[in-house]
């Protein structure tokens, strides 16, 4: 019944840092999103995969790369962390047209 | 970026009382979406809804997808401590699309 999976919860970067959050989703699911969220705000999507194979940009896209790695797996990269990408990142899937399942979030900060 | 505009910010009832919140967008969405987000985890789907005009209950929540396809409301009827928390809605244009979210309504129960 796990349904979503991010790891790691929780993770303190310096500046310039690189690392990798990575996602896996059980539900058989075609499609997957990253998305941050800042204090006070609703999430905002960094990148989508629509099938396995495919990436788009989503709205705050810079500073971020992903890989869809298989059907189940969607990571993502920050190659060299800043203080504005202190956030929390949540992990989503879905079927196409079909409602979005979020995984329990990463929370990040850059110091 | 597109913006949902959700109110009220937050709202401040006594246990057993109906809520009320809504959603409003200068676009048009195929699909709403409401979640609940606890403290510490992701958001948990409430409700789905994918026709204009389409009412949908679970259990004391009821949600309402705009004929317009402009905008949704979310009603809790007999509010108990446990529905305390930030409530979100979300649009859709359509297929794999990434979800546009509103900056949450903080519903806090007072005994």
């Known amino acids: 019944n796990a349904g979503v999976t991010q790891t790691p919860k929780f993770q303190v970067l310096k500046t310039g840092q690189s690392m990798t959050l990575q996602c896996a989703q059980d539900m058989n699911h075609n499609s997957m999103y990253w998305y941050r969220q800042d204090p006070g705000m609703g999430l905002r999507l960094i990148y989508y995969?629509?099938?396995?194979?495919?990436?788009d940009k989503g709205e705050v896209p810079n500073g971020y790369n992903v890989s869809r790695l298989n059907k189940r797996e969607f990571s993502l990269r920050l190659e060299s962390a800043a203080p504005s990408q202190t956030s929390v990142y949540f992990c989503a899937s879905s079927d196409p047209g079909r409602s979005q399942y979020f995984g329990a979030g990463t929370r990040l900060s850059v110091l | 970026g597109q913006q949902l505009n959700q109110s009220p910010q937050s709202m401040f009832i006594q246990e057993g009382e109906d809520v009320s919140m809504n959603c409003t967008s200068s676009?048009?969405?195929?699909?709403w979406l409401w979640y609940k987000q606890d403290p510490g985890e992701g958001p948990v789907l409430l409700i789905a809804?994918?026709?204009?005009?389409e009412l949908t209950s679970n259990g004391r929540l009821t949600a309402q997808f705009g004929t317009t396809r402009k905008d949704s409301f979310l009603n809790i009827s007999a509010s108990i401590p446990s529905d305390v928390g930030i409530y979100f809605c979300?649009?859709?244009?359509?297929?794999?699309?990434?979800?546009?979210f509103g900056k949450g309504t903080h519903l806090i129960i007072q005994p």
């Open positions: 979300a649009g859709q244009m359509g297929g794999a699309d990434g979800l546009t």
């Open positions: 995969s629509a099938s396995e194979g495919t990436t």
């Open positions: 809804l994918y026709k204009a005009g």
């Open positions: 676009s048009i969405f195929n699909t």
